[in-house]
C-alpha cells in the first residue's frame, strides 16, 4: 500500500507552528513574543496569535516584563507547569511504578506496588488501574488540574498503534490489549511503548540525550533492551518491534534464555544474571556479606543490597559485578560498532550499580570498540537510573502533545464535573518524531 501522508493544510500549518511555538517555551528561558518570532522565524502576528490561544487554553503563561536598556519592556513567556498533568507507569517483572507529573514533569506524587510473579496478567490489571484511580484522586485535590494522559512503558514486544503487548518473555504475558483494558476504565488517552523506547524518550526530553539526534539507550532491568534514536527519531524498524539488541547472541553455548534462544546478552548483563552470579557463588561455599543481608529471601537479592556489600569489600559480589560489566560493555561496543551513535545511555535498575559496572563497561568498549566511532560515541548513565522507563513514560504524553497540539477550540471547563482531560485533542495512534 502507497504510504499516506497530510496534506499541508491551513489546520497543519497552524498546528506545526503552535507545536514549534511550545517546545521553544519547553525548553528556553522565558521569552517575549519577539524573541519567539526571532528564534522560529514566524512572523510577529503569527506568533502573538499562537501565544494568546495558548494562554487562553491554559499552556502557556505571562510572568513579567524583561530588563531593558531602553524603550519599552517585553512581557515574557513560559510553559505553564499547572497546564495539567500526566500519569507516567512502569510495569516491569514484580514491580508497578507510577508517577504523576505536571506539565513540566515534575514529579507531583507517586507510588510503587510490588506483585507476585505469578500472578496472571488480569490481577495485575486490576492492580494498575487501582494504583491510576488513586492517582487521579490525588489530582482531583489539585485544584482540577487536567490530565492529558497515561504513558506506559513496558519490556517485551509492543504494538504501538494498537497498545497491544505482544510478547514479554519474563512475565510470559502474550497478545495483552492493555489500551483497551486501561483506557475503559479510565476513559483517558493510553500511550505504550517498549520500556527501552519509553525510556531513550524520557532521556532525549529531560535527560542526558537533550538536543541528541543519534543515540542508543540501553535498560537494564530483569531483562535488558534497547531504545534506538536515529536522525532525532526513534527507530521503530519494519514491524515496530526493533531494538531487541537484549535478545542478540553474545554466546552460543550460554544459558538459556525464556525467548528460547542460548547466551542472549539479556542472560549475560542483565539485573538477573547478576543476582544468579551472586546466588551460584554462595551455593558453592563462598563467604559473602549478602547472605546476612538477604535472609529475608536469599533468592530476592536486591540490587541495593548487592551495591552496599560491594562498597563494603565483598569479593564474591565485586567479582560478579565485574562479569557483569564485562557482557554489558561487550554488547555496547556491539552497538556502538553497529549504530555509530553519538551517545549511548545506561539506565533501568541494574544501573544502580554504575560505580563498580561503568569502569569495566568503559574499559571494555575501550578494548573491543572500533577506533571511529568509539571516539564519536559517549557512554554515560542514564540520568534518571531506575526511574529511566517511569519518566519515559511521561514523555510519550508529553511527546504528543508537543508534536501535535490540536486544541479543543472550547476554552477547558473548570467545572469538578468536567472530564480530566478537557481542553486538548490527543489522539493514540504512534508518536511521530522527536522534537
Given at each position: 500500500?502507497?504510504?499516506?501522508?497530510?496534506?499541508g493544510?491551513?489546520?497543519?500549518?497552524?498546528?506545526?507552528?503552535?507545536?514549534?511555538?511550545?517546545?521553544?517555551?519547553?525548553?528556553?528561558?522565558?521569552?517575549?513574543?519577539?524573541?519567539?518570532?526571532?528564534?522560529?522565524?514566524?512572523?510577529?502576528?503569527?506568533?502573538?496569535?499562537?501565544?494568546?490561544?495558548?494562554?487562553?487554553?491554559?499552556?502557556?503563561?505571562?510572568?513579567?516584563?524583561?530588563?531593558?536598556?531602553?524603550?519599552?519592556r517585553?512581557?515574557?513567556?513560559?510553559?505553564?507547569?499547572?497546564?495539567?498533568?500526566?500519569?507516567?507507569?512502569?510495569?516491569?517483572?514484580?514491580?508497578?511504578?507510577?508517577?504523576?507529573?505536571?506539565?513540566?514533569?515534575?514529579?507531583?506524587?507517586?507510588?510503587?506496588?510490588?506483585?507476585?510473579?505469578?500472578?496472571?496478567?488480569?490481577?495485575?490489571?486490576?492492580?494498575?488501574?487501582a494504583?491510576?484511580?488513586?492517582?487521579?484522586?490525588?489530582?482531583?485535590?489539585?485544584?482540577?488540574?487536567?490530565?492529558?494522559?497515561?504513558?506506559?512503558?513496558?519490556?517485551?514486544?509492543?504494538?504501538?498503534?494498537?497498545?497491544?503487548?505482544?510478547?514479554?518473555?519474563?512475565?510470559?504475558?502474550?497478545?495483552?490489549?492493555?489500551?483497551?483494558?486501561?483506557?475503559?476504565?479510565?476513559?483517558?488517552?493510553?500511550?505504550?511503548?517498549?520500556?527501552?523506547?519509553?525510556?531513550?524518550?524520557?532521556?532525549?526530553?529531560?535527560?542526558?540525550?537533550?538536543?541528541?539526534?543519534?543515540?542508543?539507550?540501553?535498560?537494564?532491568?530483569?531483562?535488558?533492551?534497547?531504545?534506538?534514536?536515529?536522525?532525532?527519531?526513534?527507530?521503530?524498524?519494519?514491524?515496530?518491534?526493533?531494538?531487541?539488541?537484549?535478545?542478540?547472541?553474545?554466546?552460543?553455548?550460554?544459558?538459556?534464555?525464556?525467548?528460547?534462544?542460548?547466551?542472549?546478552?539479556?542472560?549475560?548483563?542483565?539485573?538477573?544474571?547478576?543476582?544468579?552470579?551472586?546466588?551460584?557463588?554462595?551455593?558453592?561455599?563462598?563467604?559473602?556479606?549478602?547472605e546476612?543481608?538477604?535472609?529475608?529471601?536469599?533468592?530476592?537479592?536486591?540490587?541495593?543490597?548487592?551495591?552496599?556489600?560491594?562498597?563494603?569489600?565483598?569479593?564474591?559480589?565485586?567479582?560478579?559485578?565485574?562479569?557483569?560489566?564485562?557482557?554489558?560493555?561487550?554488547?555496547?561496543a556491539?552497538?556502538?560498532?553497529?549504530?555509530?551513535?553519538?551517545?549511548?545511555?545506561?539506565?533501568?535498575?541494574?544501573?544502580?550499580?554504575?560505580?563498580?559496572?561503568?569502569?569495566?563497561?568503559?574499559?571494555?568498549?575501550?578494548?573491543?570498540?572500533?577506533?571511529?566511532?568509539?571516539?564519536?560515541?559517549?557512554?554515560?548513565?542514564?540520568?534518571?537510573?531506575?526511574?529511566?522507563?517511569?519518566?519515559?513514560?511521561?514523555?510519550?504524553?508529553?511527546?504528543?502533545?508537543?508534536s501535535?497540539?490540536?486544541?479543543?477550540?472550547?476554552?477547558?471547563?473548570?467545572?469538578?464535573?468536567?472530564?480530566i482531560w478537557?481542553?486538548?485533542?490527543?489522539?493514540?495512534?504512534?508518536?511521530?518524531?522527536?522534537?
Open positions: 500500500m502507497p504510504r499516506q501522508f497530510r496534506t493544510d491551513q489546520a497543519f500549518v497552524r498546528e506545526l507552528n503552535r507545536s514549534i511555538i511550545l517546545n521553544q517555551l519547553r525548553t528556553g528561558s522565558p521569552l517575549s513574543r519577539a524573541d519567539l518570532a526571532a528564534i522560529t522565524g514566524l512572523n510577529k502576528t503569527t506568533v502573538s496569535s499562537l501565544v494568546d490561544e495558548l494562554i487562553a487554553h491554559g499552556f502557556a503563561r505571562e510572568i513579567g516584563r524583561n530588563t531593558s536598556a531602553g524603550g519599552r517585553a512581557v515574557l513567556l513560559e510553559l505553564a507547569a499547572d497546564a495539567g498533568c500526566i500519569l507516567g507507569v512502569e510495569i516491569s517483572v514484580g514491580c508497578l511504578n507510577v508517577v504523576l507529573t505536571d506539565f513540566r514533569a515534575a514529579i507531583l506524587w507517586r507510588q510503587q506496588v510490588q506483585y507476585d510473579k505469578s500472578e496472571d496478567v488480569g490481577c495485575v490489571i486490576r492492580k494498575l488501574t494504583l491510576l484511580q488513586r492517582a487521579v484522586r490525588n489530582l482531583r485535590q489539585r485544584n482540577g488540574l487536567r490530565l492529558f494522559g497515561v504513558g506506559i512503558g513496558i519490556p517485551g514486544l509492543v504494538d504501538v498503534a494498537s497498545g497491544t503487548l505482544i510478547f514479554e518473555p519474563n512475565m510470559g504475558w502474550r497478545d495483552v490489549p492493555l489500551r483497551q483494558r486501561i483506557g475503559a476504565k479510565l476513559d483517558v488517552p493510553v500511550f505504550i511503548d517498549n520500556d527501552a523506547n519509553a525510556a531513550a524518550l524520557g532521556e532525549r526530553y529531560f535527560g542526558a540525550a537533550q538536543d541528541v539526534d543519534d543515540f542508543v539507550y540501553v535498560v537494564a532491568n530483569i531483562g535488558l533492551g534497547t531504545g534506538l534514536v536515529m536522525g532525532g527519531h526513534i527507530f521503530q524498524g519494519a514491524s515496530g518491534y526493533a531494538g531487541e539488541a537484549g535478545h542478540t547472541t553474545i554466546d552460543p553455548d550460554g544459558p538459556l534464555c525464556r525467548c528460547g534462544n542460548h547466551g542472549c546478552w539479556e542472560r549475560l548483563a542483565s539485573q538477573r544474571a547478576l543476582v544468579e552470579r551472586v546466588q551460584k557463588a554462595i551455593q558453592a561455599g563462598q563467604p559473602s556479606s549478602i546476612d543481608m538477604a535472609k529475608h529471601d536469599p533468592g530476592q537479592i536486591t540490587i541495593q543490597e548487592i551495591v552496599e556489600a560491594a562498597r563494603g569489600g565483598d569479593a564474591v559480589v565485586r567479582r560478579a559485578l565485574e562479569e557483569t560489566g564485562l557482557y554489558l560493555g561487550i554488547g555496547i556491539n552497538l556502538i560498532n553497529t549504530f555509530n551513535p553519538s551517545l549511548v545511555a545506561f539506565g533501568g535498575a541494574l544501573s544502580l550499580a554504575d560505580e563498580f559496572l561503568m569502569p569495566v563497561v568503559r574499559q571494555v568498549v575501550l578494548e573491543r570498540a572500533m577506533s571511529g566511532p568509539r571516539e564519536a560515541a559517549q557512554v554515560v548513565v542514564s540520568t534518571f537510573k531506575s526511574d529511566a522507563c517511569v519518566m519515559g513514560g511521561v514523555a510519550l504524553v508529553l511527546h504528543e502533545i508537543l501535535r497540539p490540536r486544541l479543543d477550540l472550547s476554552l477547558p471547563s473548570q467545572s469538578n464535573d468536567a472530564p478537557q481542553g486538548l485533542a490527543l489522539s493514540t495512534r504512534p508518536v511521530g518524531p522527536l522534537s
